[in-house]
């Protein structure tokens, strides 16, 4: 009897236990249907508590404290759920989370300068903690523009009534104080308080400093360029001129200002005793840093972030189609190290400067070419049957195409499979290029490139053509070159069809179960009448003796289909071959063969479906339906292909005694492995009967396993 666990969580907490906790693990891995533990002490194992758990197939102990748990088809699930235990946190088992994988990529990637790379991660620390308040401003201007489109609103229209204008302060109060958040975020990074750095920003964003620009306060006087159109403000402050500038959407600003603080408020710390340091260290950087920011560093941000816009605006103005394509080819480098946050913030500061941005149309090439990558796994996934990367390249990509956040895909897939990148660089250059060519894109405001924001850029024609042929270019290239190389591919799949055997064979074993008594009235009840039956066939003819005999024996099942042994040996029960997952017939029904040779051959006409990459296991597939698993000794996976000559590819049509690999069986042996060969019928549930032949010695291609349909 089993013993019923409440859910996924508890059953991986079960588990952790059964196994001896968490500080009795020292690694854990899975394969295709088995957790892979090697432990500290294997003694502190509850063998029996664990096979007792509802989820659990069974247990296989290994030597030097090596302990397999069987789960079968849910067996990624059950790992992911025991690593990510707060106990196994604790522990120091569990594997990197996103952020460390993160700054290990950034640490990879870090060069000979330590301060140019300290430099990109303060402007990229400084932005990354605003993303979610980012997009959810992005998305309220979607839907906005959305409704501007459709005729329903005027979005842009100075008379506005006050409910749009209510809306407009929903989304501008993300982009008016970005300048305080950026500086709350960099003074965070640099560790000092983060309040004195929003609490100096805002100083110069107050009411009442904003106010005297173009006043008539007494000290302040404004000038008019006549030329360009434009006012400046100078306010005399104790007879010091001060420019008087609007800071809102600033990111250059805050930077600069951010950066002098900490060297002054670490500077205060040393001066003053920790006692005493709660008020005067915030006091006097306050009292510096305010009159430094407004009257030398606001001013030099400004003409910072305008020289820069203005460059870009030059270079795309001159050379549209190459800044055009080298901004999406960029970006797939950037964000994985996440130093595109500094291009982000060019973004905001065209907006506030020149009232628009020609950087987000290229970028949204090759956001939606990362989506098509995306879009190219997940049929890829569908079609090779994989649900845990189906689920995970769905998440993706609806955060992607509603969202435009492209971090799921990136560190969800791409990241983990080198051959997607060339293939989606191909689709960012295919974006850019029609972007360039056909005059650039534009937009008046801040946008996370998704579907929703389409509208917000102009010409939206071009720019949905440019992102289309980012995304279908990708998605095509990723799908018919698959993702995966051969030698993965192969392996996949036959780690599929080993989970999916295994939970076939586990929903009948269920339905065995319930049938059971059933089963056993019926041999009751035969066994009542068998008297009967015989001395009526004492009367009868000979043909009824026959036809009886002929129903004990199973023929009327259907004509039987001979499977040929696929190596020369001696033939075994799955009883005897020493692994617990084979002799369970998880894995379907079949024989062991003790090898007299390394030759692996083919045991019955059919396609090769899978070819394990390691050359340990061989999965084929009859005309007749018949699905034969061939795995060459135990555990030999761990030889990592070594002394396994594969001779066959996948998708192979291969006829009786066609060799599929030859195998040096010494170096198995010397690897500490079993050298039997197994043979399964992997869909042995759907079949009517699968009748082993053991006991005796074969060469290839003699009958060893009957199958009945």
Same mark, same amino acid.
């Given at each position: ?393 769905? *998440? ?195 024989? *062991? ?39 060459? *000794? ?76």
């Amino acid at each position: 009897m089993t013993t019923p666990v409440a859910g996924a969580g508890a059953l991986a907490e079960e588990i952790l236990r059964g196994v001896g906790g968490p500080e009795n693990v020292e690694s854990l891995t899975h394969c295709a249907t088995r957790l892979r533990f090697q432990l500290h002490d294997g003694t502190k194992a509850d063998r029996a508590a664990l096979d007792a758990l509802d989820g659990v197939m069974g247990t296989v102990p290994q030597s030097g404290d090596r302990l397999q748990i069987v789960i079968g088809g849910a067996v990624a699930g059950v790992y992911a759920n025991i690593v990510n235990l707060p106990a196994m946190s604790k522990a120091g088992a569990r594997p990197q989370s996103d952020a460390e994988v993160k700054a290990a990529i950034r640490a990879k990637g870090r060069g000979r300068f330590a301060w140019l790379d300290n430099f990109f991660e303060y402007l990229s620390d400084s932005f990354r903690p605003l993303l979610g308040v980012l997009l959810g401003a992005s998305l309220i201007i979607a839907i906005a523009s959305v409704l501007d489109a459709v005729g329903a609103v005027d979005f842009r229209a100075a008379d506005k009534s006050a409910s749009w204008v209510f809306v407009d302060a929903m989304w501008r109060s993300v982009l008016y104080f970005l300048p305080i958040m950026v500086a709350y975020n960099a003074a965070k990074k640099l560790k000092i308080d983060p309040w004195v750095g929003a609490t100096v920003m805002a100083a110069v964003m107050t009411p009442n400093f904003t106010g005297m620009i173009g006043s008539k306060v007494p000290g302040v006087t404004t000038t008019t360029n006549k030329t360009l159109g434009t006012s400046e403000s100078v306010a005399h402050v104790f007879g010091l001129p001060m420019q008087l500038n609007d800071y809102g959407g600033q990111v250059f600003v805050p930077l600069l200002m951010v950066a002098l603080l900490a060297l002054v408020y670490k500077r205060l710390q040393r001066i003053f005793p920790e006692n005493l340091q709660l008020v005067f260290v915030p006091f006097f950087s306050m009292l510096i840093m305010i009159p430094v920011t407004a009257f030398l560093i606001g001013p030099l941000g400004v003409w910072a972030g305008n020289g820069i816009g203005s460059g870009l605006a030059w270079l795309n103005g001159n050379a549209p189609i190459v800044f055009a394509i080298i901004i999406p080819l960029l970006y797939p480098f950037l964000v994985p190290l996440g130093l595109h946050w500094p291009l982000n913030a060019l973004m905001l500061q065209n907006i506030n400067t020149i009232g628009y941005d020609f950087i987000q149309g290229p970028m949204g090439a090759w956001n939606f070419a990362c989506f098509g990558a995306t879009a190219g796994v997940l049929l890829l996934s569908i079609r090779h049957r994989e649900p845990t990367m189906r689920q995970t390249a769905v *998440g993706a990509l609806a955060a992607g195409l509603f969202g435009g956040i492209s971090e799921p895909s990136l560190y969800g897939i791409h990241l983990r499979f080198k051959r997607i990148y060339p293939r989606m660089l191909v689709g960012c250059a295919v974006g850019g290029v029609i972007v360039g060519v056909l005059g650039g894109v534009d937009t008046k405001v801040f946008a996370f490139t998704s579907l929703l924001t389409i509208p917000v850029f102009s010409p939206a024609a071009v720019y949905l053509i440019a992102i289309s042929a980012a995304f279908v270019t990708a998605m095509v290239l990723v799908y018919v070159s698959d993702y995966r190389t051969p030698e993965e591919r192969a392996q996949a799949n036959a780690e599929r069809d080993a989970a999916e055997a295994a939970a076939r064979a586990e929903t009948a074993a269920a339905a065995t179960d319930g049938e059971a008594a059933a089963d056993e009235r019926e041999l009751v009840t035969i066994g009542a009448t068998a008297p009967a039956a015989a001395a009526g066939s004492a009367a009868g003819s000979a043909p009824a003796v026959a036809a009886a005999a002929g129903a004990v024996d199973g023929s009327d099942a259907g004509q039987g289909i001979d499977v040929a042994a696929p190596v020369a040996g001696r033939v075994v029960g799955l009883d005897e071959v020493g692994d617990p997952v084979f002799a369970s017939r998880a894995l379907g029904e079949g024989v *062991g063969i003790e090898p007299a040779d390394g030759r692996i051959v083919a045991p019955a006409d059919g396609e090769l479906v899978t070819v394990a990459a390691t050359g340990h296991a061989f999965g084929i597939r009859t005309a007749d339906g018949i699905e034969i698993l061939i795995h060459i *000794g135990i555990d030999t996976v761990q030889m990592n292909g070594e002394g396994f000559d594969v001779r066959v590819e996948p998708g192979q049509m291969v006829t009786v005694g066609d060799l599929l690999a030859e195998v040096d069986l010494d170096a198995v042996r010397a690897a500490e492995h079993p050298t039997v060969t197994l043979m399964t019928i992997l869909n042995t549930a759907g079949l009517a009967s699968v009748e082993p032949h053991t006991g005796h010695d074969v060469t290839p291609g003699t009958p060893v396993v009957t199958v009945r349909r």
